[in-house]
């Protein structure tokens, strides 16, 4: 299982937060938590707090690209691709299904989730780090 150490799901970051950035957050009264949860979610493109954000993810995918962040495992149309599938997964959830449905679909996503997470994984391109 790879989610572990550096991936862990369930993490816990310890990090020095630059002074510029925590006077911003208290003269927006909103906290580095706060926005680091909302870019998180966003970059995601999950099904979590989907609505009027499709500009904020299309910023945040362009961000995330120009930084560079994963090119050298991928071409920049493969990251594009990447971010369409995950955003395609996170429309599907059944808004006003009961719970039965919800968990059906929550089953099926997690293994859909595993199956592309291979499919790029294994993609030739991509290589493992040594």
Request: proline letters at 3%.
């Amino acid at each position: 299982m790879w989610q572990t150490g550096k991936y862990d799901r369930h993490a816990q970051f310890s990090y020095f937060l630059p002074y510029q950035f925590l006077l911003l957050c208290k003269l927006l009264d909103v906290t580095p938590e706060d926005v680091v949860r909302d870019f998180t979610d966003n970059l995601s493109c999950g099904s979590w707090k989907r609505e009027g954000r499709d500009k904020i993810k299309e910023h945040l995918i362009n961000y995330f690209i120009e930084h560079g962040y994963g090119q050298h495992h991928y071409s920049e149309d493969d990251i594009r691709e990447i971010f369409k599938e995950m955003d395609a997964l996170g429309l599907l959830f059944p808004k006003e299904g009961k719970s039965k449905l919800v968990d059906k679909y929550a089953n099926w996503r997690d293994k859909h989730y595993k199956y592309w997470f291979k499919k790029w994984f294994r993609k030739p391109r991509r290589k493992l780090q040594k």
